[in-house]
């Protein structure tokens, strides 16, 4: 947007400069021919008070010194008998043109040839004699435009100046807009993080105060406008899911409750309806523990709460992590290298939280027989193979249930959207990528 209105501004004030310079030029042009041509005639009045007219040719030579000793300029004097021949030249004249013989029916005129420029003035002495009179001009003398040193000079410190003028036109027009997509940015930001909203710059601030731009005023109502309706429509979707499923949690335990009273009225024989009891008592559980893993993610997600932060030994607390998790995955092993066994400032059981989840998602889609961790420049990278991930699942990571299939083990979709949140808020930078059937997953603790 900036350069848009840079060239913007740059090109309308250039437009204008090179048509106040056309047209001035034209202008002086147009001036400097009518002092020529003045000049002219008063030389051709000057000729005439000294009575050339009458003059006999020898006399001509004197009349017209007498005329034009003081004359700045190369005056050219022909005068033409009734048959158009010349029968006076003066010396310039002859010097001159030569040969040439320049045209007798235009009263003004200029005539250019490969060295010289003049200006004839043709006016008839008597019925039977025609003055030709003629002013030599410098070859730029008539141009629109003449070029020299000293106008290019300026012409470039005209430019300069347009430049950083439509620089700084740019700058002002601009920064309104600068300003508030940096705030708008910052609300993003914040509403990623669960961060209050940031405070409204100093700058918009003094820009809303006293007389108002009514465009910015605008532009500021409907973003206060779109703020409020933000924040308010996440608190209420919050609180709302939250509340929805901590309601769940209590008829959940009562039909548990339930289920366990009739499996123990069940007989011995009646081992169909056992099994389906059980089977129903189970499905309980994989949906109350799910209830209450959302409601813990959703409690962080809504509270930025960083209390208690440790220095934390990293490659100690995997260890202990890993150690736990292969217990049940006793079939699979596992390789820590651990160049660097560096120091994460982090609450305890959120960084518990996010390498237990990395970890475990690891063991559980592993498809080969080894998990591969390296921790090195403050970064944990996991490496294990697995099958191709579902594409709607990719596109979603890190989002609360997104779940996905993946060789028969499926997952309620909470793990990595903790990663992402503790990642969110402790901000650490969380890569995943699965290419040629090996999945990365790495956290960049000093991002």
């Known amino acids: 947007m900036k350069r848009k209105f840079f060239f913007t501004s740059f090109l309308f004030i250039i437009s204008i ?16 021919e009518y002092l ?22 020898t006399q001509m030579d004197d009349i017209i010194a007498d005329a034009l000793f003081d004359q700045p300029r190369t005056i050219l004097i022909n005068i033409y008998n009734k048959d158009k021949k010349i029968i006076y030249q003066n010396l310039n004249s002859q010097n001159i043109l030569g040969d040439e013989t320049p045209p007798l029916d235009q009263k003004l005129f200029t005539y250019k040839s490969d ?10 002495l008597s019925p039977k004699k025609m003055l030709q009179l003629g002013l030599l001009l410098d070859q730029q003398e008539l141009q629109r435009w003449a070029m020299n040193k000293r106008i290019i000079v300026l012409m470039g410190l005209i430019l300069a100046i347009v430049m950083i003028w439509a620089w700084i036109q740019a700058r002002i027009l601009v920064r309104p807009l ?41 532009l500021w109502d409907s973003l206060n406008y779109f703020r409020n309706a933000v924040e308010t429509k996440i608190k209420l979707t919050k609180t709302t899911v939250a509340q929805m499923a901590h309601e769940l949690k209590t008829p959940l335990t009562i039909i548990k409750n339930s289920f366990e009273f009739l499996q123990t009225k069940l007989s011995p024989e009646e081992e169909m309806q056992r099994k389906m009891i059980k089977g129903a008592i189970e499905e309980t559980d994989r949906l109350n523990a799910t209830i209450s893993s959302f409601l813990a993610w959703s409690r962080f997600e809504s509270i930025d709460d960083k ?20 217990k049940a995955y ?29 970890i475990q998602n690891a063991f559980k889609y592993n498809s080969a027989e080894i998990i591969s961790i390296y921790l090195e420049e403050e970064t944990l990278t996991i490496e294990n193979e697995s099958h191709p991930i579902p594409e709607k699942v990719f596109e ?8 996905g299939k993946i060789d028969g083990n499926k997952s309620i979709g909470l793990g990595l959207a903790w990663v992402s949140s503790i990642c969110k808020r402790y901000q650490w930078s969380f890569h995943f990528q699965h290419e040629n059937g090996k999945t990365l997953s790495s956290i960049f603790f000093n991002s």
């Not at 400069?17 to 400097?32: D, N, P, S």
């Not at 609300?187 to 910015?216: F, H, R, W, Y």
Request: net charge negative.
């Open 17 to 32: 400069a090179i048509t106040a310079v056309l047209v001035t030029g034209f202008y002086f042009a147009q001036e400097r």
């Open 36 to 57: 020529i041509d003045q000049q002219i005639e008063a030389i051709a009045s000057g000729l005439l008070a000294n009575e050339l007219k009458d003059a006999e040719l």
């Open 115 to 124: 060295d010289h420029t003049i200006r004839f003035f043709n006016f008839p």
């Open 178 to 218: 600068e300003e508030v997509t940096f705030y708008i940015n910052s609300l993003g930001s914040n509403v990623e993080k669960n961060a209050p909203t940031p405070a409204i710059p100093p700058t918009l601030q003094k820009m809303m105060a006293g007389k108002k731009d009514k465009e910015i005023e605008l």
């Open 307 to 326: 209390k208690e932060i440790h220095a934390l030994k990293i490659s100690t607390l995997i260890e202990e992590i890993v150690d736990s998790i292969n």
């Open 330 to 358: 006793p079939e699979q092993k596992y390789i820590i290298n651990a160049k660097e066994n560096f120091q994460v400032f982090a609450n305890p059981e959120d960084l518990r939280q996010l390498l237990r989840n990395l």
């Open 396 to 403: 979603r990571l890190g989002e609360p249930f997104n779940a």
